[in-house]
């Protein structure tokens, strides 16, 4: 009789042959209620930045403004990632690297550090692990070869959590931490609840942020924020998304774009305001040809942080999984009197 460990290894023989084919996405059954999937994507970006904002293999919420404008070229492809999801009855787990864990080297082997985007366990209407905050709506984030497009108007988080969904509401508790204060006394969880409408016409989320905030002089403040966020279909396959977040969101919403605590040059700590929203349209000119023209811009009170950005693009469908696109934006420190124009052609393929 074959044995249950060797049943599994010539089910899973098969895979890599079908990865050497660079086939579109694996399923491989175990048994009734044991599956293994196999995801991800490989992408290939090459980008060239000019301006005084220095140069980001993506734009983020900040930037550096340089003494004089600079001009630099890249090839990369550490957005490429990988992922695996088991499922067994009700249970199911997955997890998900990329590779944006730094260290490359571009003398000699480019050998950038994978690292966890995603790993979590869910179980019926309950998830537990890391993987996007319940005040994210993915949904929301439009096509672009920059990648997320505008991030300084996006709610762009992942971290540890527990969720439970309930129909068409969930509600989470997350890891806290204050970023600019005491984060050695961060012991309240970060709370969420979000309501989500879905139909015929697209989908929109509604978000509601709660946290208890410690400062750097011992004191504790109460933060709460909202957000809107969704994408709606309009005529033909063409949509419409976006997203609008205000209130103490800090670390949640921009991708760095500001602290939860500021503090002034009088020594004075104060929980930041931020208001941030992003738009993006994107048209079908046949049914494999699109392009995506975007805007996204945050402004924060007390810090006078300000930035925004602009794109449009254009992507085609070689075939089902490869996709090639070319990209032109602006990316500006609003605050800093500072911008930078960008380039970026892209090679997708999805496995």
């Not at 009855?89 to 003398?107: H, K, L, P, T």
């Not at 309501?195 to 016409?201: E, F, M, R």
């Not at 103490?248 to 930041?272: L, M, Q, S």
């Amino acid at each position: 009789m074959v044995s249950n460990k060797f049943k599994k290894l010539l089910l899973a023989s098969p895979l890599l042959v079908a990865a050497s084919a660079a086939n579109a996405g694996y399923d491989i059954k175990i048994s009734d209620e044991d599956k293994i999937s196999f995801g991800g994507y490989i992408k290939v970006d090459a980008r060239y930045v000019d301006g005084n904002v220095g140069y980001k293999p993506f734009w983020i919420g900040s930037g550096t403004k340089l003494a004089e404008d600079a001009s630099q070229f890249n090839i990369f492809a550490n957005e490429t990632r990988f992922n695996m999801k088991y499922t067994h009855g009700e249970v199911m787990g997955f997890i998900e690297m990329d590779f944006w864990g730094g260290e490359g080297n571009q003398i000699v082997s480019n050998s950038a550090h994978p690292r966890i985007r995603h790993a979590f366990i869910k179980y019926k209407d309950v998830l537990a692990g890391q993987t996007w905050s319940t005040f994210m709506n993915t949904s929301a984030i439009p096509e672009s070869a920059d990648f997320a497009g505008a991030t300084q108007g996006l709610v762009f988080i992942r971290q540890g959590q527990v969720r439970y969904t309930m129909g068409d509401f969930q509600f989470s508790l997350e890891n806290p931490e204050t970023w600019g204060g005491d984060t050695a006394n961060d012991s309240v969880p970060d709370v969420v609840a979000r309501y989500n409408l879905k139909g015929d016409w697209g989908s929109v989320s509604f978000s509601a942020l709660g946290r208890q905030l410690n400062t750097n002089s011992g004191e504790s403040e109460t933060a709460i924020g909202g957000s809107i966020a969704g994408r709606i279909k309009t005529i033909g396959k063409d949509d419409f998304r976006f997203q609008f977040h205000q209130g103490e969101v800090g670390r949640y919403v921009g991708v760095g774009f500001t602290k939860d605590i500021n503090t002034d040059t009088a020594g004075v700590e104060k929980v930041e305001d931020t208001t941030a929203y992003l738009a993006a349209y994107r048209h079908y000119w046949t049914e494999t040809l699109r392009s995506t023209v975007l805007y996204g811009s945050a402004e924060a009170d007390y810090s006078g942080a300000e930035s925004s950005q602009w794109s449009v693009n254009l992507f085609e469908n070689l075939t089902k999984q490869l996709a090639v696109g070319v990209e032109v934006g602006q990316y500006r420190q609003d605050n800093l009197d500072a911008d930078s124009n960008y380039a970026q052609v892209t090679m997708k393929y999805v496995l």
